[in-house]
DNA sequence: TTTAGTTTTTAGTCTTATCTAAAAATATTT
DNA sequence: AAATATTTTTAGATAAGACTAAAAACTAAA
């Protein structure tokens, strides 16, 4: 059994250590959930004794293949919830994140596969990231960061990394959507921000809103 | 805030208390969700200091306005959840329960009212319970236990009180459903044994059995 | 109306998941 | 290679929710 706590610690270091494969340190989880490290390295002693990570004292943290798997899961539920609350209950994309963090934790092998049967074995969530099967794997991301591509080259706006409410309504505002040709006019040095052109209009993003948009060219 | 236990507090003093409007006794209640006395003294204590329930020493325990409102809108997502596991994801009415008890906990007001619209706005569960509305309120029931049914008498099975995968199981190894027209053919004192007829057969159910059917006649 | 039995409450302990503060280990600078 | 800074771990505390055992309060029987 893994609790609720015990699941997020995972997530994060899946997320944070390339599906738990390289070390994360202490601080870098204590960060990603908002919580301390002394914290984070009790739970570590525990999913090391569960046999869902490696640890080595000071040598940071990686994911046991079980570890992995569990968190893959986790990930896997978080993400077809999201598909369904936008495809079957009317919620937008900006909604979805806090309850998904919620539903994701439901114990029912056959309540997400059946969810997975209902909306169609979704490859994506509504912000562009991959879902894992049931064997925790997924297609490898072709995605690029906006900020790698070269001024006059265009794309298709194929994934976000930051999934808050605040970002999202940001790209609400600004007519961005997943889907979108974008195509990348100029680079700015000076703060690193970028000019960019849409379908409707022409624009300049922050280098922090760059950073969390993925192009497929 | 309320907590996830604090809920199924809640819900068991709706459950056992006439919707709380009816004193219910700490040992009930223990005995009800499996703990124990002194654990139930505790968190009554925690209910009544949140204004959600009242309590005087010895007497047991009521539901206030607001507490009878937070239960009846987890009693409203178990079953909302119920028929949607159901009706979308194929669960059989043996099934849904367990995963139920998981998923009424789930915190979007959201959430709930578009499952509701998803669904039809349903007014019973699989197992034939009222689901409340926004307000906690549902209509009436007319049912009665099919033991205060005469024989030569027959409803329509409406209702089924236990809703445990053992019980339904039997039912469904019966072929008894909700929806089925049930005659009762005779009582037997002895041991409080029906014989009843369906369409497709005619059975002995034991008292046991029988305590938990409910007819429409 | 005492006495005996039952129910409820209190007192104290345990587990899980947190935290702060201090100690220990590792990294980075001079 | 010291000295300094940063990171990580340990030690000790706290809060929620549960438990056992014992005390207190109610209820029923004699
Ligand atoms: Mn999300
Ligand atoms: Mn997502
Ligand atoms: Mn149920
Ligand atoms: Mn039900």
Redesign the interface.
Known sequence: MVTLSEENYLKAIYHLGKQGRVAVSTNAIAEKIDSKASSVTDMIKKLAEKNLANYIKYQGVTLTESGRLAAALVIRKHRLWEVF?VE????SWD?VH??AE??EH???L??VN??DA?LGFPTHDPHGDPIPDKDGNYAPIKSVNILEVKPGNEGVLAQVKDSSDVFLRYLNKNNLALGDTIKVIDFEPFDNSLTIETASQKMIISSEVAKNLYISL
């Open positions: 609350l079957k209950l009317n919620f909604e806090d309850v919620q539903l439901i114990k029912s056959k309540l059946e969810l209902l």
